[in-house]
């Protein structure tokens, strides 16, 4: 169980007290305005400290962090264990295959399991949405959500909003559209959140069999425009991020073909010349270079896709030591 004293070594770099009570993160819908500055905040100290000679600190020595991974993922899982043993953590990763899951045990054992080895934060991927909900309700161990099915990746969301405000400053008035698979994307749904309580105007656009009405409306937070026009939709963009097409939605009949789909959604140089001059280029990852996206975009000045995997260790740095230390006061 961590018991050192938080604050230290990084705490020069924060000028407030973490303001942080929420035992786990699942999804972004329900941060305030607040709870996202402060994740902001501590990702630029943590930022600092990655770029220090010494990028380590000792500030989470004492606690265990659990990556439970059932699903693939390079990105998610390598910058949560960095991100873990950066800040002086225990890393313990399993992933479904290796482990007793594959015995049948169950989401609820598992994860009662793992807190009773001392698992403090159990980061954690799963194919069906909602899976960390229930985790999360099973364990008194915080739980991050890495991605559950269709449903939401906060911190992905939280590193491409990192990524935006150290590049545009404030994003309030600032268009940003995403343009892919955004009904099966949980990229697309986390960010709509943060993007919207941060001001910005979201436009969603993709084939119309792949873009879901329901994320029109999001509540006291605002609306997103939804379009299957991407030539319209990229008009004076500051921001075009795009998704992942998966090649089985051609096979399910959700889009006629590749080559249709790129023709009317790839971001590619041609269409960027819309947007604003130097408007951002953003993937979450991984891409399939030459259909969503065409390389030159993605590798070009305006690209910051690598930038955003970088940054991804400093926002989960940040989420770590917010959940940690809240587990202490
Ligand atoms: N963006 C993302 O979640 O990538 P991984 O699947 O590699 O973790």
């Not at 404030?170 to 943060?194: C, E, M, Q, Y």
Request: glycine share 8%; net charge negative; proline share 3%.
């Amino acid at each position: 169980m961590l018991e050192v004293s938080e604050r230290q070594a990084i705490g020069d770099d924060l000028e407030q007290p973490a303001r942080w009570s929420r035992k786990d993160l699942l999804d972004t819908d329900t941060l305030t305005v607040a709870e996202i500055d402060l994740i902001m905040e501590t990702a630029e100290a943590m930022r600092e400290v990655r770029a220090r000679p010494i990028s380590k600190v000792a500030t989470l020595r004492g606690a265990t962090v659990v990556t439970l991974f059932y699903e693939q993922s390079t990105r998610t899982r390598a910058s949560f264990e960095v991100a873990a043993k950066a800040l002086g953590a225990d890393v313990v990763n399993l992933t479904a295959s290796g482990s007793s899951v594959e015995k049948g045990e169950s989401l609820i054992d598992t994860v009662r399991t793992l807190e009773a080895v001392g698992a403090d934060l159990v980061v954690m991927r799963h194919g069906h949405s909602g899976a960390p909900y229930l985790a999360a309700r099973n364990t008194t161990a915080g739980v991050i959500n890495g991605g559950d099915g269709t449903h939401a990746h906060p911190t992905q969301a939280l590193l491409d909003l990192f990524t935006m405000r150290r590049r545009l400053g404030s994003l309030d008035g600032r268009k940003v559209v995403i343009v892919g698979d955004v009904l099966h994307s949980r990229v697309a749904r986390s960010n709509v959140w943060t993007l919207l309580a941060s001001g910005a105007e979201v436009v969603l656009c993709g084939p119309a069999t792949l873009l879901p009405r329901s994320l029109e409306s999001h509540g006291e937070r605002g609306s997103c425009t939804v379009s299957a026009n991407f030539d319209q939709a990229i008009e004076d963009a500051d921001v075009v991020m795009a998704l992942r097409i998966q090649k089985e939605r051609q096979a399910s009949g959700l889009i006629p073909s590749l080559r249709e789909y790129i023709s009317g959604y790839q971001v590619n140089g041609t269409r960027l010349e819309r947007a604003k001059p130097g408007a951002l280029v953003m993937h979450p990852g991984p891409m399939n270079e030459g259909i969503e996206i065409a390389p030159e975009v993605a590798h070009g000045v305006t690209s910051v896709i690598e930038e955003q995997v970088a940054n991804g260790v400093a926002v989960r740095m940040a989420v770590l030591y917010l959940m940690a230390t809240a587990r202490v006061q």
